[in-house]
Each structure stands twice: as structure tokens, then as C-alpha cells.
């Protein structure tokens, strides 16, 4: 199967919207493609189990590599393994959920849906790719598109916040940029050539000084686009001023690039630099877990307070990958996943909340339930899901986090896992919070009684996205099946032991 | 007739170059930092007919390229005075200091 | 039908009438609703019976094994460490699929004619399904991370069926009060299995109380020498997990949830916060128990003085309140504190188990009259629209089923023989008497707090002052429809009934039946303070005096505090709004916004102000671009003369 299909289709669908211009046809070819690229997801997921049951164990399948610039060692080259094809499945369902939300969106929606298409073709680009160039090349267009989605269609203090995430992201790009120089400048193929190739620079040996030096930099720069404390305050702004299919795509997807990467580049690629860098990784992680629960607790914004969330869920990501052990990362990928589609989901109740009351103030709202009753039960589903409640996917990513976290036997980690676990404590009393007011509760306005349900699309957006989270909350198996023998993979890399 | 020496030129030249160039600097009439220019072009003409008397005094090439300035120099105060005539109409004024569309 | 496959039916027809009732009730079944999740639920409880009776009756080993019916690999951590799903057959989750079932059941049925006409019928009923689902996926679990899971989804069924009438602000309160209480408590539980699961390299029960129970195997060598601040890694872990099963069974310090979780609707009540999910806790340690008693005695000695304290605490609290649910919710209280330490003072196997039997004897007679006593308040609260003891008084003539109902079960609670609860107390006090002369004692004290606040709640319902006429004018429904009194009278069977079961011979520490001799002799004491405690409830609240008022005008402080329930809901305020609100999430937040967002905008803003300074060379003025130019050509002509010299 060429993977290859998965960035083209994005592609053509985006030029395809640019000759159209009335809504209803923009939309239509918006979601003819997203549905394409799910379906394409899917077909990819039943080869790629297809060829592991027969036996097939390389670690990149479907591997093929395309010259693009030679003298310096770039080409297209593309593969896939368990974690990046979970992460691709991600990205069709929020995308194509994303796409369902913004059914009715009237300005500029050719523009709107050509950027959000183009996106989605960062995002896969992103995932497939096995070159470190490539792959920064699409990252960087996962990037720019977000800066006008927010500036032209947000709300609120729109252009501060786009001009905020676009600075921060670019920032974080840059780190991005030059610690893969650093690796890229560290191997060597014969006569002097470096290669940006992921697997060859995955088998040769880097210097540990290089590493040192290098591993902070890729660290920071992805750890940046996954909320990486302190790095983490494009997060709420970003969020809150973009639309809300820019929100689920910006927390379901581009996030996941920044965990994403610290995983497959900064720390399969460099494994001694982060053994050694791992307890302040683990520092880090534990202090966006505890406080951006606790400053979550007194947002009153709900976009401000998902967006909270999100910085300390993507906590738990850092931490699992912190404590470089089989469990713990397995568990950062399943966060990944289960984060992704929650938030999405999250913020795609929120949208709908704020479409029809205009207000996001939880002070403002109040006895939805009895208005909207199907909003209302997404936007609570999805708030349990956030507290992790067994039978949602948020639980099983947790405690595989938890339990990962656990086998290290110091001080030190245990006090960081005891205080990560405090978290989903705090975390119900602020999704509480935020429902008990908002969704229960005596009416907080008697014209919102005329306000209608959910409608047909975002029903079924709603319904993808909270399969995702079911499936994966009541048989996580399937997920862990896909995910482990790569996380095992990883292992070989990331577990080579380590001589100060 | 005795000669002038060569150097007491080159300080005449030097001397209404610099005249030239402080009156560029400071004037903030846009006419008088034109003759100011004229100044500066006319000291580099002596030092041009100097050197070629002086130096090389077989050839005319100093006094082609005098002639060539002289040219140049009236096309560019023609230039020049159109511009200062169309900011003129366009501000009522001829002050360099105003004139500064170039920054945006 | 193979023990797996009934099993599996109890458990998954609720699951079945959850998602029918949750996904379509609303706009295609709202009429059914009721009908169906009955009948599910009919179903689960004759096959719990029927199972019961299996394995109880028809069992020729002459103990009673645990079975691993049924198990499957959920998810795994790493080599040998996994969440399994599975069925667990032993006495006790028997005992709790009968006892769970049967009290559902009757509250559904109860529900059909106390919930008739509500707009959310069928969420109420999904919920109700839920909620069962969960309770009997927590009993049958196998491994102590299904207990877990299903200790969570309980914890929100609860949440969701105390916050079922969610335009009440003070429903929504209580339902938040008592889904953060207990998640506070279930981080420790957590935390225990964490530590439990850690040591033992396993989470399974049967391998887990195996490897933490045998002398010298290596795993109990290194949970028992690992420790922290004194305790041992053992310790800790059960402790911590006796915290999840404190918060939950609503134990001192953390039962200020379920006086407040009585906003829920009253068969709620019943079902959740008396008969099943609050004994969950009791449940859980009697699981491990093994692990307590054998290995950790510390630890058990902790849960004996928490139920001791909770149990004296609850009570004397109980004769203060009138809201007749909350009465009712303490009563509850104290009663699962007499559960927790008779499992606190038993030790393992033989005679020496004396109190597990007792205690789970009590749970068993505990679900039927405490049952039957919330779905008796349920029915007054029906016929007189308030929870309030000044609203109510002399309704034993308008109510007559549910007063002698509601007699036979304050007789039970109070410990009168011969009905159940007379039993099942007397074995606690029994094993208490053996192992500490002073639990022993304030439980014989509680005994008789326990007597006289029952029968001041019923005086005060049923006697007392003369009914007021107005609630007849309006008595258009009596004293509540059939489906509301026939789980009265069946509940009241088990009331009086449940005390004749031979427990010993079916529910014991180690499986092997135990039999329990009665002694009259140790009978003798208990009744006569229970007696005691129901004349002077009789002397001061039968007929209308002013006899209450002072007593209570003499200890008006000791009254006052047990009034405002020992001030512990103040302090708990204290702490969240105070210390964690204005000291940790205030500033939290303030420093995000201000220190941290503020560097990064600081940063930018010093980009800005640099850029501002390099930009003012551009001044857009001719003149300084000349001097520029000049300058720079002086520069440049000076710098190459100097490197050319």
C-alpha cells in the first residue's frame, strides 16, 4: 500500500476546494475527503495488521523511499509501525469530525476548509515520515495554516492569540530545527555524506556529547508543541481563540505531533541523553499534571478550562515518556490517542454549547441538560472521560502511565507518580465544577429554552469521535496489540543501558 | 607663469567637497542640499582635470569623464528638481526633515 | 447453563437494559422503561438465587473453594502484570450477587409506582441498570484492578442518581460532594494497588493474597522490609486501600458525603447509599482479608478502630438530626461501622474467624431492614411531600403497611430478637468481646444509642403528635400504589427471616463452615440495653412533651455539636475553600497568568522593544542616510588603509 496516498489525497482535495465557492460544495468535497482519508486509515490498519499476522516484523512497514534532494541527503521516505498508524487513525477521525462541526461555517468557507484540509495533509505527512527532514517540512505545515485559521475565523482576542501560538510554535520549530541539524551533522554514510535518514541515524552510534547537547534542543522544540511546562501557554489562548474545529484539531492532533516527537526523534534517537535528561523531563511533567489541574480549577472560561486540562493531560504523555520504561511509554502513546479524541470531543461540545448560547462563561450558563439534552450528555461523557473513568479511553492510558511509572523504585519517581495520580482528584472537581453549573443546575437564562439540540452533524461528529473513546475505554486490548511490539520495538533503542 | 602645485588643487577640491558634503548634511532645504550635491560633483571634477594635468597630461580621459559628470549632474538636478517640485505640490514644503515617506 | 454463563447473564442483562434504556429510552421506550429494566433485573436475581443455591446447597466438598469461573486478559502492563476481567465464585461475591440483585430488584420494582410520571423515566431506570451493572461487576471481579474499575463506575452511577434531580442546586451539590470524596479516597486506593501490585508482581486476588500471605515467599519478605516513614511497603498498600474502602463505605473521617447524597431520589437511596454500594468498602477488605490478618495486623487494627469510631460517631449524630433520610443515612453509617470492626477484631480461619462471619452476616441482614427502612421513609416522603420530622406525626393510621414495615425493621436494626439484625449483631459483639473488652463496650453503647434513635424516628413519624388534616384533603394516593408496597413486605420477610440462616455454615474466613454455637448468655446484655434505649425513645417521643427539648436544653453543647455533625463538614470546607482554593489553585493560576505567560509576553515584548530601537536608524530622512553613507565610507576607507599598513 503507498503511503504516499495519504498526503496526495489531502493535497487534491484542498485544490479541489479552491474551485468552489459556495458552501454547500465546499463542505461536500471537505467531507468527501476526510471521509476518503478515514477510509484509507482503515484499510491501511487491516494491512498493516494483515501483514504483522503473517508474520511480517520489520519495524517500518510499507517502506519506500523517494529521492527528493540528494546532494544533501533529504528523500521522501516513508513507513509506518503500530504507533504511528494509531496516530494516523487519530487524525482521520478528528479530522473528520473537525470538518462535521464546521458544517454551517458561512465566512470565507472556501478559504476555512482549504486550510484545514491542508492540515490534515501536515499531520499524516508528519506521521508517515521516516526522514527527519521531511518530516520537519511537514510539521512546518502543520503550523502556518493554524495562524490564519485562528486570526481570520476566532474569537476573542483572536490576532494576540494566533500572533502567540504562531511565535511560540515557530519558536519551538526552530529548537526542532537544530537538533536535528545536530543529528543530521553526527552521522556519516562515506565521503563526508550525513543523511537525515530516521532509521540509519536510529543504527549508528551518536557520540554522547553530541547527544547531550542536541537532545535538550529537540526535546524543547517538540515538547513546545506538546505542552511542555513552561512552554505551555500558547496552549489556552490557542485554544480558546481559534474555532472550534482549529481547537479539536490543534488538542487532537497537533499536540500529538509535539509528543509524537519527542518520542520517535528526541528520545529513540538519542536513548543515553535521555536517560540522563529523564529526571528533569519527569520534573517538568509532573508540574503541568498538578498545576495546570490546579490553575484549570479556577478558569471560568470552558475553553479556557479544556485547554487547562489539556496541558495537564499532555502532561501524563512527557511523564510516560520520562520514565523511559516499556509500560510508561506504551501508556504515553495510549494518552496520546485517548487525549486526542477527548479533547476533540470536549471542545467539540463546547462549540456546539457556544454556537447557540454565544457565551462560554460557566457563570453564564446553566441547566443545559434540560435544553440540550444531547449536548449536554457529550459534554459530560466527555468530562468523565477526562477524570478518567473506567469504560472511556483516558482510564486505561492513565493507569498504564501510573503503572509504567511505578516500577522505578526511588524516591524521587514515586513522590512524581504519587502527585500525577493526585491529579485526577483535582481533575473531578474542576470537570465537576464546570458541569454542575453549566449543564445541571437551575436555568441560568430562560432564552436559552428556545434553543434547539444538536443537529444531524453533530450528532455523527460527536458519535465518531466518542466510538473512538469507547472502543478503545472498553477493549483496550486491540489498542495495546497494535501499539506494543513497536513500543518494544522502541525499547531496544531506548533501553540500551546506560554507563555515565 | 609659474605653476600652481598640485596639492594646493587637491585641498581646493577636498575643501568644496567637504563644504559640499556639511551642507548636504545640514541643510534642510531640499534646493540648497541640491547645490550642496553640485558642490560635491564640481570637487570631484577638479580632481579629476587636476590629476589628468598633472599625472597624465598625454590623454583626455580626465576631461571626458568632467564633461560626462557635467551631463550627469544636470540631468540628475533636472531629476531632482522634479521631485522636490512634486513633494512641494503635494506638501506645501520643501523640508528634508519632512520629507521621510521613505520609512513607511 | 454453565456457572460462567449464568454469571455472566446476572451481570450483563443490566448492562443490556443500561444501554437500551440510555440510547433509546428517552424518545422510543419512555413508557417501557420501567417494564424492562425490571424484568432484567427479575431475571439477574433468580439466576443469583439459583447460582446461590448451587454453589451453597449442592457443593459435596465440605468447603467452599474460590472458582475462577471465567477470565480473560484485558490489558496487560508488562510479564505477568495485567488487568483481567473475570468472574470470581467464592461465599462472598455470592452472597453479594443475591444480595445485590434482590435489593435492586426491589427498588426497581418500588421505583415503577414511586417514580411514576417523572419526564426522565427512562434515564432514571438506565441509571438504576448502571448502577447494578457495576455493583455486580465489582463483586464478581477477579483481579484487584476490575474491583477498581468497577469501584469507579458505582462511584458514578451514585454521582449521577444523587444528581438526578439536577435543577436542585443542592442535588448537584451533593452529587459533586460525593463523587470528590470518594475519588479523594480512591486515590489512595489507588495508590495501594499500585504498591500492592508492585510488590506482589501481580494483580490477580487468588495470586496476590497467595504470594502476600505464604511465611518467606519472596514477595512478602520484600513488601514486609521495604518502608517509609516507619511503616512497612505492606502496610501502606492495605492501608491505603482500606482508604478507598473507607471514602466509599462512608467511614470517619470521609463519610461526609453520604448524609448529603440523601438528595437523591429515595429508592436511590435504598439501593446505593444502604444496602449495596456503601458495604462496598466492608466488601473490599473482607476480600483481602487474608492479607490483613495474616500478614498485616497493623493494618487491621486501624479498620477496627475507624468502624469503632465511626460507628459511635454516626450514632450520636443520628439522634440529633430530623431531616429522617439523614437519620437514616447515619444509621447507615454506624451500621457499616459495626461491620468494619468486626472484620477489624476477627482473625483468620476456624473459630478465630468468627468476626468476618459476623460481619458479612451483618452485611447480609443489614441490606434487607435498611432497605426496607429508606423505601419506608420513601413512602411517607411520597404521601407527605418533606423530609422534615415537624411535618410528620401520628401516620400510623393512614399508613398502616408501611408502619408495621417500618416497625419490623426498626426492631432489626435495634437488635430485638428474633428478627435478623438481633443475629448478626450479637456474633459482632460476640468476636468483640473475645478481642478487645473496650471495642467491645463501645459497641455496646452504640447498641443502645442505635435502639433509641430508631424508635425517635418512628415515634416521630408514625406517633407522636396527631396527623394534620390538610395531607388528607389532598391524600389522593394513599398510602402509594401496589408496586410500592409488595417490596415493603418481601423486604420485611428478609427483616424478620434473614436471622435464622445458618451463616457460619456457608460464609466464613478460610470456606470452611464454622459452626457458631448461641449463646443466651451473651444474648442477655445486648437486648437489655437495646430495650432500654427503645423505652427511653418511648418516654420522650411517643406522645408530644416537651421532655426532648429538655434534654436537649441540658447538654445543649454536646447536643449542638452532634447537631452540626461535629463540625467536620466545616472543616473539610476550611481546608478546600481556604487552603487549596486561595493557597494552591488561586496562585496557580495567578502565576500562569502572570509570571510564566508573562515571561513569554515579556519576551516578546523585549523583541518589540529592540526592534524599536534598531528601527528608529531608519528614519525614512534622507540627510541620515547620507551621514550613513558617509560615516560608513569613512570607516571603511580607514579600515582598509589600516590593514593595508
Redesign the interface.
Known amino acids: 500500500m503507498n503511503l504516499h496516498l495519504l498526503v496526495i489525497a489531502p493535497i487534491v482535495t484542498a485544490v479541489f476546494i479552491l474551485f468552489f465557492k459556495e458552501l454547500r460544495q465546499v463542505r461536500m468535497i471537505a467531507l468527501l475527503g476526510a471521509g476518503f482519508q478515514l477510509i484509507i486509515s482503515v484499510l491501511l490498519l487491516s494491512t498493516f495488521c494483515n501483514e504483522r499476522a503473517a508474520g511480517n516484523t520489520a519495524p517500518m512497514l510499507f517502506y519506500n523511499s523517494v529521492e527528493w534532494f540528494s546532494p544533501l541527503g533529504i528523500a521522501f521516505t516513508t513507513g509506518i509501525d503500530g504507533i504511528s498508524l494509531s496516530m494516523i487513525l487519530l487524525s482521520a477521525f478528528v479530522v473528520l469530525a473537525g470538518v462535521l462541526v464546521s458544517w454551517k461555517m458561512e465566512k470565507m468557507s472556501r478559504e476555512f476548509f482549504f486550510l484545514l484540509t491542508l492540515l490534515s495533509a501536515g499531520a499524516y505527512g508528519f506521521f508517515i515520515s521516516l526522514d527527519l527532514f521531511t518530516l520537519f517540512f511537514f510539521l512546518e505545515i502543520a503550523v502556518i495554516p493554524k495562524f490564519m485559521l485562528i486570526g481570520i475565523w476566532g474569537s476573542g482576542r483572536k490576532e494576540y492569540s494566533a500572533m502567540k501560538l504562531a511565535l511560540m510554535l515557530m519558536a519551538g520549530s526552530a529548537f526542532v530545527f537544530l537538533g536535528l541539524l545536530g543529528l543530521y551533522f553526527s552521522t556519516n554514510v562515506g565521503n563526508g555524506q550525513h543523511t537525515f535518514d530516521f532509521i540509519a541515524i536510529s543504527r549508528s552510534a551518536i557520540p554522547l556529547d553530541t547527544q547531550l547537547l542536541f537532545f535538550p534542543l529537540a526535546f524543547i522544540g517538540f515538547g513546545i508543541f506538546g505542552a511542555l511546562f513552561p512552554f505551555h501557554t500558547w496552549v489556552p489562548d490557542g485554544h480558546s481563540s481559534a474555532p472550534t474545529a482549529a481547537s479539536m484539531f490543534l488538542a487532537g492532533i497537533s499536540m500529538k505531533l509535539g509528543g509524537y516527537g519527542c518520542l520517535r526523534v528526541a528520545t529513540y534517537l538519542m536513548p543515553e541523553a535521555a536517560h540522563v535528561y529523564a529526571p528533569y523531563i519527569i520534573l517538568l511533567a509532573t508540574i503541568a499534571i498538578i498545576y495546570g489541574a490546579f490553575a484549570t480549577m479556577m478558569q471560568t472560561d470552558l475553553k479556557y478550562i479544556n485547554a487547562y486540562s489539556s496541558v495537564s493531560h499532555c502532561g501524563f504523555v512527557l511523564l510516560g515518556i520520562g520514565m523511559l520504561n516499556e509500560t510508561a511509554i506504551a501508556g504515553a502513546v495510549m494518552q496520546m490517542i485517548s487525549h486526542g479524541l477527548m479533547t476533540a470531543l470536549f471542545f467539540a461540545a463546547i462549540g456546539m454549547i457556544y454556537e447557540r448560547t454565544h457565551t462560554r462563561m460557566v457563570a453564564q450558563l446553566g441547566g443545559l441538560l434540560k435544553v440540550m439534552p444531547f449536548i449536554s450528555t457529550i459534554f459530560i461523557i466527555s468530562g468523565l472521560c477526562s477524570l478518567g473513568l473506567p469504560g472511556f479511553s483516558g482510564f486505561v492510558a492513565e493507569m498504564t502511565v501510573f503503572m509504567g511509572s511505578w516500577q522505578h523504585t526511588e524516591m524521587f519517581y514515586r513522590i512524581a507518580t504519587i502527585l500525577s495520580c493526585a491529579s485526577i482528584v483535582v481533575t473531578a472537581v474542576y470537570i465537576l465544577r464546570a458541569a454542575g453549573k453549566s449543564i445541571m443546575g437551575p436555568l441560568a437564562n430562560e432564552q436559552h429554552l428556545s434553543l434547539g439540540d444538536a443537529t444531524w452533524n453533530e450528532k455523527s461528529a460527536a458519535v465518531l469521535l466518542l466510538s473512538g473513546i469507547v472502543v478503545i475505554g472498553i477493549a483496550p486490548f486491540w489498542l495495546n496489540e497494535l501499539i506494543s511490539p513497536d513500543v518494544n520495538g522502541l525499547m531496544v533503542n531506548i533501553g540500551r543501558t546506560f554507563i555515565p | 607663469m609659474s605653476e600652481i602645485p598640485l596639492e594646493h588643487l587637491l585641498m581646493l577640491s577636498t575643501a568644496l567637497f567637504f563644504i559640499g ?1 556639511y551642507g ?3 541643510r534642510r532645504n531640499m534646493i540648497a ?1 541640491l547645490m550642496s550635491l553640485e558642490l560635491m560633483l564640481n570637487s570631484v571634477n577638479i580632481n579629476f582635470i587636476v590629476f589628468n594635468k598633472y599625472l597624465f597630461p598625454d590623454t583626455i580621459e580626465g576631461l571626458g569623464f568632467t564633461i560626462f559628470i557635467i551631463a550627469i549632474a544636470a540631468a540628475e538636478a533636472a531629476v531632482a528638481i522634479a521631485i522636490i517640485i512634486n513633494l512641494y505640490r503635494n506638501t506645501k514644503n520643501i523640508d ?2 519632512n ?6 | 447453563m454453565s456457572l460462567a454463563t449464568t454469571i455472566q447473564l446476572i451481570v450483563l442483562l443490566p448492562l443490556g437494559s443500561f444501554l437500551l434504556l440510555g440510547i433509546f429510552g428517552r424518545k422510543y421506550l419512555s413508557s417501557l422503561s420501567g417494564m424492562i429494566g425490571t424484568t432484567s433485573l427479575l431475571v439477574s436475581a433468580i439466576l443469583s438465587i439459583q447460582t446461590a443455591y448451587q454453589y451453597f446447597f449442592l457443593n459435596t466438598a465440605g468447603s467452599f473453594e474460590k472458582i475462577i469461573a471465567w477470565k480473560m486478559t484485558w490489558l496487560t502492563f508488562s510479564e505477568g502484570v495485567s488487568i483481567d476481567m473475570g468472574i470470581l465464585v467464592d461465599p462472598i461475591s455470592v452472597m453479594m450477587l443475591v444480595v445485590v440483585t434482590v435489593v435492586s430488584l426491589m427498588v426497581h420494582v418500588y421505583s415503577l409506582g414511586y417514580m411514576k410520571g417523572d419526564e426522565r423515566f427512562a434515564t432514571y431506570y438506565s441509571f438504576l441498570s448502571l448502577f447494578t451493572f457495576s455493583m455486580l461487576g465489582l463483586v464478581i471481579a477477579v483481579n484487584i484492578f476490575q474491583i477498581y474499575m468497577f469501584w469507579e463506575l458505582v462511584g458514578v452511577s451514585s454521582f449521577l442518581l444523587i444528581g438526578y434531580y439536577f435543577e436542585k442546586p443542592s442535588a448537584v451539590a451533593a452529587s459533586k460532594k460525593a463523587f470528590i470524596v470518594t475519588r479523594f479516597a480512591d486515590l489512595g486506593f489507588l495508590i495501594g494497588i499500585l504498591i500492592l501490585g508492585f510488590e506482589a508482581k501481580t494483580l490477580d486476588f487468588v495470586t496476590l493474597i497467595e504470594r502476600l500471605t505464604t511465611s518467606n515467599s519472596p514477595y512478602l519478605v520484600s513488601a514486609t522490609t521495604a518502608s517509609f516513614l516507619g511503616a512497612s511497603a505492606l502496610t501502606w498498600g492495605l492501608l491505603l486501600v482500606f482508604m478507598g474502602g473507607a471514602g466509599k463505605s462512608a467511614m470517619f473521617p470521609l463519610h461526609i458525603w453520604l448524609p448529603d447524597a440523601m438528595e437523591g431520589p429515595t429508592p436511590v437511596s435504598a439501593l446505593i447509599h444502604a444496602a449495596t454500594m456503601v458495604v462496598a468498602g466492608v466488601f473490599l477488605v473482607a476480600r483481602l482479608f487474608p492479607i490483613f490478618s495474616i500478614s498485616c495486623p497493623g493494618a487491621l487494627e486501624v479498620v477496627m478502630w475507624t468502624g469503632v469510631i465511626s460507628a459511635l460517631f454516626a450514632a450520636l449524630i443520628a439522634c440529633t438530626q430530623t431531616d429522617i433520610k439523614r437519620v437514616l443515612a447515619y444509621s447507615t453509617m454506624s451500621q457499616i461501622g459495626y461491620m468494619m470492626f468486626a472484620l477489624g477484631v476477627s482473625g483468620y480461619g476456624n473459630e478465630a474467624g468468627l468476626g468476618f462471619t459476623a460481619s458479612m452476616f451483618h452485611l447480609f441482614t443489614h441490606a434487607f431492614f435498611k432497605a426496607l427502612l429508606f423505601l419506608g421513609a420513601g413512602a411517607v416522603i411520597h404521601y407527605i411531600h418533606s423530609n422534615e420530622m415537624k411535618d410528620m406525626g401520628g401516620l400510623r393510621k393512614s399508613m398502616p403497611i408501611t408502619h408495621i414495615t417500618f416497625l419490623i425493621a426498626c426492631l432489626a436494626i435495634a437488635g430485638i430478637p428474633p428478627f435478623a439484625g438481633f443475629f448478626s449483631k450479637e456474633e459482632i459483639l460476640t468476636a468483640a468481646h473475645h478481642a478487645n473488652p473496650m471495642v467491645y463496650y463501645i459497641a455496646l453503647l452504640t447498641a443502645g444509642i442505635t435502639a433509641f434513635y430508631m424508635f425517635r424516628l418512628y415515634y416521630n413519624i408514625f406517633w407522636s403528635k396527631e396527623a394534620k388534616t390538610a395531607h388528607h384533603d389532598d391524600d389522593h394516593h394513599g398510602e402509594g400504589t401496589w408496586s410500592m408496597k409488595i417490596p415493603l413486605l418481601i423486604l420485611s420477610v428478609g427483616a424478620i427471616a434473614a436471622g435464622f440462616i445458618p451463616f457460619g455454615s456457608f460464609v466464613s474466613s478460610d470456606g470452611h463452615p464454622l459452626h457458631i454455637p448461641f449463646e443466651i448468655s451473651a444474648a442477655i446484655l445486648p437486648v437489655i440495653i437495646a430495650v432500654s434505649g427503645i423505652a427511653l425513645a418511648t418516654l420522650f417521643y411517643k406522645t408530644e412533651n416537651d421532655r426532648p427539648d429538655k434534654l436537649s436544653a441540658s447538654f445543649q453543647g454536646i447536643y449542638k455539636t452532634a447537631y452540626h455533625k461535629f463540625y467536620i463538614d466545616e472543616i473539610y470546607l476550611f481546608i478546600t475553600k481556604k487552603i487549596v482554593f486561595n493557597l494552591i489553585a488561586q496562585p496557580s493560576a495567578w502565576v500562569d497568568k502572570n509570571i510564566i505567560d508573562g515571561s513569554m509576553n515579556g519576551l516578546a515584548s523585549l523583541v518589540v522593544w529592540k526592534s524599536n530601537l534598531i528601527k528608529s536608524i531608519q528614519s525614512g530622512k534622507v540627510q541620515d542616510y547620507a551621514l550613513y553613507f558617509f560615516l560608513a565610507a569613512f570607516g571603511i576607507t580607514a579600515l582598509t588603509i589600516y590593514l593595508v599598513n
Do not use: I
Request: net charge negative.
Open positions: 558634503a548636504f548634511l545640514t542640499m528634508a526633515e520629507a521621510d515617506h521613505l520609512k513607511h
